[in-house]
């Protein structure tokens, strides 16, 4: 059983859409990260989110963790080739564990 | 180095054998975790090192799984009488002192079992 859910997992859009990735769960996490990564890479992260309902940007990027620190959105607008890859979310618990959603695999078309 | 490092890049062996893989993390940084991943999929926790605490090795699939660090260093992940089932790409990461949510991802090892 996967402890976070992430929807879509899969998703193919054309340049300059916009689209929005979800990661949720029944648990509470202390904070929740998003990561981006590309084949043959290891993940990078994008962002780290620790307050119920905050709001962060980045570009293009906007990610929302939930009120009750339960779940967590990704909103990117206007889509780009170079956005395309997998896309995981990641729920903190105290220093030492992290659980990772199963990804949402991300293909913008030129 | 620059960032965290991870060797073999690929390794291929026979059902049965040992395997040995290696990360360098990033200098000074004190906090040490394994993962594994399959094909395209999520991240499964491993092991996590701290310092010279002792690991927390609650995410180990089985025994044949076993873990070391050296000191605040290099790390070895060791499977023993290795399973097609092992196939993955077992990445290693490390964070700093005070910032433990920001994880440093290794390229990773592809492991195949024949």
């Known amino acids: 059983t996967q402890l976070l859910e992430q929807s879509p997992q899969f998703l193919s859009i054309q340049e300059g859409e916009n689209l929005t990735v979800y990661c949720n769960s029944s648990?509470?996490?202390?904070?929740l990260q998003w990561y981006r990564q590309e084949p043959g890479e290891g993940p990078v992260l994008l962002v780290t989110?620790?307050?119920?309902?905050e709001v962060k940007k980045l570009k293009r990027l906007t990610f929302q963790f939930g009120d009750a620190r339960k779940d967590s959105s990704l909103h990117i607008t206007a889509a780009q080739p170079g956005d395309t890859g997998l896309y995981l979310c990641?729920?903190?618990?105290?220093?030492?564990?992290?659980?990772f959603g199963s990804g949402t695999k991300l293909n913008v078309k030129p | 180095g620059a960032g965290v490092s991870q060797s073999p890049s690929n390794k291929v062996t026979e059902k049965g054998k040992d395997v040995e893989l290696r990360c360098d993390p990033i200098?000074?940084?004190?906090?040490l975790y394994w993962y594994r991943q399959s094909l395209g999929q999520g991240l499964e926790f491993l092991i996590y090192?701290?310092?010279?605490?002792?690991?927390?090795k609650s995410g180990l699939p089985s025994d044949r799984f076993s873990a070391e660090r050296t000191g605040e260093s290099v790390s070895t992940l060791t499977i023993q009488r290795t399973q097609q089932e092992d196939s993955a790409v077992y990445l290693c990461?490390?964070?700093?002192?005070?910032?433990?949510?920001?994880?440093?991802f290794g390229p990773g090892t592809r492991l195949l079992v024949l």
């Open positions: 990461a490390s964070s700093s002192p005070g910032m433990w949510e920001t994880q440093y």
């Open positions: 648990s509470v996490f202390s904070s």
């Open positions: 989110v620790v307050t119920g309902g």
């Open positions: 990641a729920g903190g618990y105290n220093f030492n564990k992290f659980y």
């Open positions: 200098s000074g940084h004190t906090a």
């Open positions: 090192f701290q310092g010279n605490s002792a690991p927390d």
